[in-house]
């Protein structure tokens, strides 16, 4: 069961987190880079965040250019929400593909 507290970590991280890559992506147009969902341990050591990327076809490449820059992002959250926490969690990034899961569902139906 999750617990409250956990929940509005969560809810938290991806708002930080989502305002963290709106600001980098402003200098890439053409790049839309949402948080869909963050997912904290319950110790609120490590942090999963599951990051959309429009269009999909860069995203490779972002995902790996923000797991490199991990560090900067981790520095950056904490200085944002260094009153909320005392410890900010290890963040890993992943590409959240349910809107292109999605997408082939439809076509192979519409067939």
């Known amino acids: 069961m ?3 507290r956990l929940s509005k970590i969560e809810r938290l991280l991806q708002k930080e987190l989502g305002d963290i890559f709106q600001r980098q992506a402003q200098g890439m147009p053409g790049v839309l880079i949402s ?3 963050v997912r904290v341990s ?13 269009p999909s076809e860069k995203g490779k490449d972002l995902i790996e250019n923000i797991r490199a820059n991990t560090k900067a992002i981790r520095f ?4 944002r ?3 909320q926490v005392r410890k900010i969690p290890e963040l890993s990034f992943f590409i959240d593909d349910s809107l292109d899961y999605i997408e082939n ?3 192979l139906l519409k067939k």
């Open 76 to 79: 950056d959250l904490g200085q």
């Open 35 to 37: 948080v869909s969902v």
């Open 2 to 4: 999750e617990s409250t």
């Open 81 to 83: 929400i260094r009153l």
């Open 42 to 54: 319950p110790d609120l050591s490590v942090a999963r965040a599951y990051l959309s990327i429009f």
């Open 105 to 107: 569902i439809d076509n």
